[in-house]
């Protein structure tokens, strides 16, 4: 009855979205408190944890005994976290490491930080990023919302995946991805939106398709070290309400707080062992579908999953062969 019930919260989207489905999966689930978990002693690198769903998941990680390491760009907005979690920690006290996960070479620094500093990475949680109104591209030239949710991401994956072997990839997506499927590449479409053609959300629908479907892909080619992706629903977070005032306005009232919205990813940094195959994708606690849409799921070939790999390897390989 309870995966009945839902399923078809899901199926409604606004209360399987908004802060009804949390609350109703989160009583029928009896869930465990993310402060019980114990990670004493292990390591949980976090990007983007200076506002929003980040910021939250530092905080409710903070109660385990992790020792956080805090990928941030403004390191002024990180002390400010790491001073105000500091004294929940039952840990040490979290470490600050800068990068702009849209630049590839800052991403390359921070990795190479991160290798000096510890020896083994437990969980790697990739929460920065952000949708834009307006097309930007990154040092390197590429779009920023592909930069920074998908190629920069990579590059992280890529560079610390030989101190992760037993450990787990946790990479926070977005139900909008369920409106975009994977560009038709034969065809000459690309994950970079032109700039005539640009939409913000858009672009970041596609970003997040190509983010849930490269952990399908991580999972196939490493078996040694756990991928997962979830959607934390609608909350009401900094981003929402910068970058869709007008969607927050209508949804204010059933927007999850983003402690709420945090809840998934600091539980699937947490649990073990994990409760699903590596590469599924939750929401919620729960294993959710990637594709809701026959439209969406035709576009998820074989061809184009090698070619997407292809594309996103072409940008992180420079890097990675330099590190």
Known sequence: MNTFLSNA??????????????????CLGNWQPISSFDLLGKTVVITGPTSGLGEQVARQLAATGANLVLVARN???????????????T????????????????????CAAIQQQFTRVDVLIHNAGALLNNRQVSPQGIEQTVASHV???????????????GGRVVTVSSGGMYTSGLPIFESGETLEMPAHKYGGSKQYAIAKRAQ?????????????????????????????????????????????????G??????????????????????????????????????????????????????????????
Not at 9 to 26: E, H, N, Q, T, W
Not at 75 to 87: F, G
Not at 155 to 165: A, C, G, I, K, Y
Not at 234 to 257: M, N
């Open 91 to 110: 840990g040490n006290k979290p470490v600050f490491v800068q990068a702009e996960m849209g630049d590839l070479e800052s991403v390359r620094s921070a």
């Open 262 to 323: 945090a809840d998934t990813i600091a539980w699937l940094a947490a649990v073990q062992p994990l409760p699903g195959e590596s590469g599924s994708f939750w929401s919620d606690r729960e294993i959710r579908p990637t594709h809701k849409s026959p439209r969406t799921k035709k576009s998820d070939t074989k061809t184009a999953r090698a070619a997407l790999w292809e594309r996103i390897s072409d940008y992180a390989d420079p890097f990675i062969q330099n590190s």
């Open 75 to 89: 390191e002024a907005k990180c002390a400010r976290v790491i001073d105000e979690i500091a004294p929940l920690c």
């Open 151 to 165: 190629v920069g991401p990579f590059l992280m994956t890529s560079l610390l995946l030989p101190l992760m072997q």
């Open 212 to 260: 849930v479907t490269l952990t399908e892909m991580w999972a196939e080619r490493e078996s040694q070290t756990e991928f997962v992706a979830m959607h934390p629903g609608w909350a009401d977070t900094p981003g929402v309400q910068e970058s869709i005032p007008g969607f927050r306005r209508v949804t204010a009232p059933i927007l999850r707080s983003a402690s709420e």
């Open 9 to 26: 919260l899901d199926a409604a989207v606004v209360p399987g979205f908004s802060k009804i489905g949390f609350v109703v999966r989160k």
